[in-house]
């Protein structure tokens, strides 16, 4: 079955660095960058965080992301 080409492997690409350099700079193993890739797994947020902090990216350079609604006014909301 052949996979989605994911925001994480077309960034990878684009930078020009294998799964073992990713794996070395994120402080994660090659097998789940390599699940992350295709699928397979979902990072949690802060790990999508902590990997972007770590490649100098942003989180939405390297996975989807989902449009946050902001409220509309915080008046009335205890600070």
């Not at 990878?12 to 073992?20: E, I, M, S, Y």
């Amino acid at each position: 079955m052949k996979h989605p080409i994911t925001k994480l492997l077309s960034w990878r690409l684009a930078q020009g660095w294998t799964q073992d350099e990713v794996a070395a700079l994120t402080g994660l193993s090659k097998a789940y960058i390599s699940r992350l890739e295709r699928g397979e797994r979902c990072a949690t947020p802060a790990t999508k965080v902590e990997m972007a902090r770590r490649l100098g990216a942003s989180v939405s350079d390297l996975f989807e992301v989902e449009p946050v609604d902001e409220p509309k006014s915080l008046e009335g909301v205890p600070a």
